[in-house]
């Protein structure tokens, strides 16, 4: 099984044609064995299903931290009316105060 990377990526793209897209992604990761300095016979016996590449976006710091999942079932709070702000008095103001009485002595 000497199998050159030219007689490969060949038969990949005669795969590729033919629809038969399994063949064509078992010699192209023949073809990325090789490259990366594995012989002709390591990588015919390499077992390559578990490889897959890595997806953009998910690479760097923060990417493994999960994300909070809310229970089954919740509902987010409704959202408060509109028409109900602004009711609070201007910042700034002083509070109402009712008038002292009057008392002469006690």
Not at 26 to 34: E, G, P, S
Not at 75 to 89: N, Q, R, V, W
């Given at each position: 099984?000497?199998?050159t990377?030219?007689d490969?990526?060949?038969?990949?793209?005669?795969?590729?044609?033919?629809?038969?897209?399994?063949?064509?992604?078992?010699?192209?990761?023949?073809?990325?064995?090789?490259?990366?300095g594995?012989?002709?016979?390591?990588?015919?016996?390499?077992?390559?299903?578990?490889?897959?590449?890595?997806?953009?976006?998910?690479?760097?710091?923060?990417?493994?931290?999960?994300?909070?999942?809310?229970?089954?079932?919740?509902?987010?709070?409704?959202?408060?009316?509109?028409m109900?702000?602004g009711?609070?008095?201007?910042?700034?103001?002083?509070?109402?105060?009712p008038?002292?009485r009057?008392?002469?002595?006690?």
């Amino acid at each position: 099984m000497t199998d050159t990377i030219e007689d490969l990526h060949r038969r990949m793209e005669e795969a590729a044609h033919a629809l038969d897209f399994e063949e064509a992604r078992r010699l192209r990761d023949r073809i990325n064995l090789i490259r990366g300095g594995a012989s002709g016979d390591e990588a015919a016996r390499a077992d390559t299903s578990g490889l897959a590449r890595q997806q953009p976006g998910a690479m760097g710091l923060g990417t493994s931290r999960q994300r909070p999942v809310p229970p089954p079932g919740w509902k987010p709070p409704p959202k408060p009316d509109l028409m109900t702000s602004g009711s609070k008095a201007p910042r700034g103001s002083a509070p109402k105060i009712p008038p002292l009485r009057n008392d002469k002595k006690r």
